[in-house]
């Protein structure tokens, strides 16, 4: 097979890889983000402590991260064919895709946001914060560059994903592999694909740490005390300055750091 008979076959595969790939890590961080995030506050110890919600959620987690992804997507077949319409394409494969995404970026989801110091989650609470400011100023935040990184992992967890769903007729650069190099005994396709695999993950996982370390950079976890800045008040700083306006001359003399005399020869 020549290189013009292999280019179209490699670029209709990158499209159908990066099409199913994109949607449902969209769809799998959507979910799974409040899913994680509602695992921590619901477990013991945590702001919304409710040990029933917790352990049906992290069953249920459980049970999506057990089953193999082959044996989930013949399950779900009848359930894709309900809300697409159809059980075979690309558009199929975009459902047992992300509903095997959303346990796994969960669960490290949840890893993520337990790391964040407890303290600053007392300190918002003794501040006046309740449980959706604790999550949007302190939880999200600060665990932002490990969910970048989270779902950087689940990205390049979903194109190994993408190769499987071939057997439904979905395409991509998993399906070209087997049907060209493993069936036609088209080695030279079969390895150029395998490259082109290696350098879309080689892109994507250097775009994750990069983002990742440049939020580390900007603050992350080290940078906790300026995003507290949002409760504290302005009255102190007015108090002060009117108590040394109103003091006299005296008081703002205190205020002026010490100088040395001047010596007269």
Not at 38 to 47: E, I, K, Q, Y
Not at 120 to 148: C, D
Not at 189 to 204: E, K, P
Request: charged fraction near 15%; include cysteine; hydrophobic fraction near 50%.
């Amino acid at each position: 097979m020549t290189w013009s008979e292999m280019q179209p076959l490699l670029e209709q595969a990158c499209w159908d890889t990066l099409y199913m790939v994109g949607w449902s890590a969209l769809i799998a961080v959507a979910v799974g983000l409040p899913l994680g995030i509602l695992l921590v506050l619901t477990d013991r110890g945590g702001l919304l402590q409710n040990t029933f919600v917790n352990k049906v959620i992290g069953q249920v987690v459980n049970i999506g991260r057990s089953m193999p992804f082959i044996i989930l997507m013949v399950a779900l077949m009848g359930f894709t064919r309900s809300i697409v319409g159809t059980s075979i394409g690309r558009d199929a494969a975009i459902v047992p895709l992300a509903i095997s995404a959303i346990p796994f970026f969960a669960r490290l989801v949840e890893t993520a946001v337990r790391e964040v110091d407890h303290g600053l989650v007392e300190a918002v609470q003794s501040m006046g914060g309740n449980t959706w400011t604790v999550v949007r100023k302190v939880l999200v935040p600060e665990s932002l560059p490990s969910l970048i990184s989270s779902a950087t992992t689940t990205v390049v967890a979903l194109i190994g994903y993408s190769a499987i769903t071939g057997t439904v007729g979905a395409g991509g650069l998993g399906d070209l592999a087997v049907r060209y190099g493993y069936q036609r005994f088209e080695t030279e396709l079969m390895w150029i694909t395998v490259g082109v695999l290696a350098v879309v993950i080689s892109i994507i996982q250097f775009i994750g740490d990069y983002a990742a370390r440049s939020l580390h950079r900007r603050g992350g976890h080290s940078g906790a005390a300026p995003r507290l800045k949002f409760l504290r008040g302005k009255a102190p700083v007015a108090a002060t300055t009117a108590s040394v306006k109103s003091a006299g001359p005296a008081a703002a003399a205190d205020t002026e750091p010490d100088r040395e005399p001047v010596k007269v020869s």
